[in-house]
Nanobody, 127 residues
């Protein structure tokens, strides 16, 4: 039981990518809030964005505000991360994580407590 993240790839600076996150072995439905994290080798995993179970609340790291948009389709049970105006510093492995207890704006980016994690998808932004 885990999450599956997909949609990563190689893109030039200024380009766009859309990541997807689905459940494997369980249904990623409206019971779960979902977050995207990213990690560069040698650095800590950092929170990128979060969306509540209903989709009505979302949070973003300052570094991606205005460029990334998180959304979810609770019919198809998919969570998306639309990334635009990509920069080389966005290069990382992106992970999605799901939690059954909602997080607020001061806690969503803490790694501990998430129930499920995906295996990650690599995003490479060339300059």
């Amino acid at each position: 039981v885990q999450l599956q993240a997909s949609g990563g790839g190689l893109v030039q600076a200024g380009g766009s990518l859309r990541l997807s996150c689905v459940g494997s072995g369980f249904t990623l439905d409206y019971y779960y809030s979902v977050a995207w994290f990213r990690q560069v080798p040698g650095k800590e995993r950092e929170g990128v964005s979060y969306i509540s179970d209903s989709g009505s609340i979302s949070y973003y790291a300052d570094s991606v505000k205005g460029r990334f948009t998180i959304s979810r389709d609770n019919v198809k049970n998919i969570v998306y991360l639309q990334m635009t105006s990509l920069k080389p510093e966005d290069t990382a492995v992106y992970y999605c994580a799901a939690v059954s207890i909602a997080r607020d704006g001061s806690r969503w980016f803490y790694l501990s407590g998430y129930d499920y994690w995906g295996q990650g998808t690599l995003v490479t932004v060339s300059s």
